[in-house]
């Protein structure tokens, strides 16, 4: 089959979950399959290059995250500027169509392509905002109309959807999309890389680790909350926040007006993912106090790695991944970190079972059968 990626941030320029699903599917299927990726063009990129035996087309004028984010937000006015140059596409011929739904104006150029190429189209998606997050977002003249609009343009009726977890699948039905056409998989979690590094790894240190972007809904504050009443306990141990992003400033400037900046260390993403890995694997414990998840993939590959992961109530991670985590009130997690480097704490061996949907390994599979008339 021939098929096209189709999303504006590309992995790893730029490294957020969904940027990560997408490459590692396209990179997947790639070992198959003919693969073509269409994003925007980021610092650093090519107009034309092959990544990873995908044929990448980066498309306008280089961009910057500040580009493609304003205030902690996804920028309208990159959203437009994608939309208005994935046209590109046209001159192509493709069997398959996988697109991430946002950042949305592209859909129906997108949609407009598969009927006029009689391509099928795969929908992705990663969260659905209701009307009450739509007028947080943008205001509330501007966002009951933005929920309206993107409500109408993520609905098709030639589309198969692929939601990363129950909650997203339950979203989309919401919007009035049928069970049959709602598939569930998120393939995050790379088998053997993480299997290899846990066996290696079997001294942990007692660390309180984070990873991902530094943008507010993260709660970086409450992490450091949390990880400065440990502190104050008297309790000795080490505390990695790894991650880049808009709000890195003013987290290090916070992390110096808690006086942490001898105890907190914080050091932008690393290069090769398995270093990650080991980095997490060394560690006790995780701390993810974000209050916006559509998945949480840093808690699933910590969970892979034998790593106790602390949630707090408040976390909106699905359930098939918060049953595997350590839910605590948020006033009661310090004393939950100090227990687990003790090693009194629970501890959640992960069930192979319950990691099957996340496995990178079934991606070939997975859209053979989806796009096969399976579901």
Same mark, same amino acid.
């Given at each position: ?214 943008? /507010? !809904?993260?709660? =970086?504050? %409450?992490? $450091? ?5 440990? #502190?104050? +306990? ?94 605590? /009130? !948020?006033?009661? =997690?310090? %004393?939950? $970190? ?5 090693? #009194?704490? +629970? ?29």
């Amino acid at each position: 089959m021939k098929i096209a990626f189709v999303y504006d941030i590309p992995y790893p320029w730029h490294r957020g979950g969904a940027e990560q699903i997408f490459n590692v599917e396209s990179r997947e299927m790639a070992k198959k399959h003919d693969v073509d990726f269409f994003t925007m063009r980021w610092k650093g990129m090519k107009e034309d290059f092959f990544y990873e035996n995908v044929h990448y087309h980066a498309l306008g004028e280089p961009i910057t995250e500040r580009d493609a984010y304003k205030h902690g937000r996804r920028a309208i006015r990159e959203a437009l500027y994608f939309a208005l140059h994935v046209r590109e596409i046209f001159k192509y011929d493709f069997d398959v169509v996988i697109t991430n739904a946002f950042p949305i104006l592209h859909l129906p150029l997108i949609k407009a392509y598969c009927r006029a190429k009689n391509a099928k189209l795969v929908v992705k998606v990663d969260e659905v905002w209701d009307h009450k997050y739509w007028q947080n977002y943008l205001g509330i003249g501007i966002g009951s109309v933005a929920n309206a609009y993107a409500n109408m343009l993520i609905r098709s009726r030639r589309a198969m959807y692929v939601a990363n977890s129950s909650i997203t699948a339950r979203g989309l039905e919401g919007l009035g999309i049928e069970r049959r056409r709602i598939s569930r998989f998120a393939p995050v979690l790379e088998d053997k890389i993480l299997s290899d590094i846990r066996r290696s790894s079997r001294v942990k240190k007692n660390r309180i680790i984070f990873s991902g972007r530094f943008i /507010k !809904e993260k709660r =970086i504050d %409450k992490w $450091l909350l949390a990880v400065d009443a440990v #502190r104050k +306990e008297g309790f000795e141990f080490e505390a990695l926040l790894i991650g880049d992003g808009i709000e890195k400033e003013d987290i290090e400037r916070r992390i110096d007006e808690m006086r942490l900046g001898n105890l907190v260390k914080v050091r932008h993403f690393f290069k090769d993912k398995r270093d990650l890995y080991k980095t997490i694997a060394e560690s006790k414990v995780l701390l993810h106090m974000g209050e916006r998840e559509g998945l949480g993939i840093i808690a699933l590959e910590s969970i892979a790695l034998g790593t106790s992961v602390v949630i707090p109530e408040y976390s909106p991670m699905p359930e098939e991944v918060k049953k595997m985590c350590i839910v605590e /009130k !948020e006033g009661n =997690i310090p %004393k939950q $970190l100090i227990r687990i480097m003790k090693n #009194r704490g +629970e501890y959640n061996k992960p069930d192979i079972k319950n990691l099957k949907m996340f496995s990178t390994s079934n991606v070939v599979s997975f859209y053979e059968k989806l796009l096969n008339g399976g579901n």
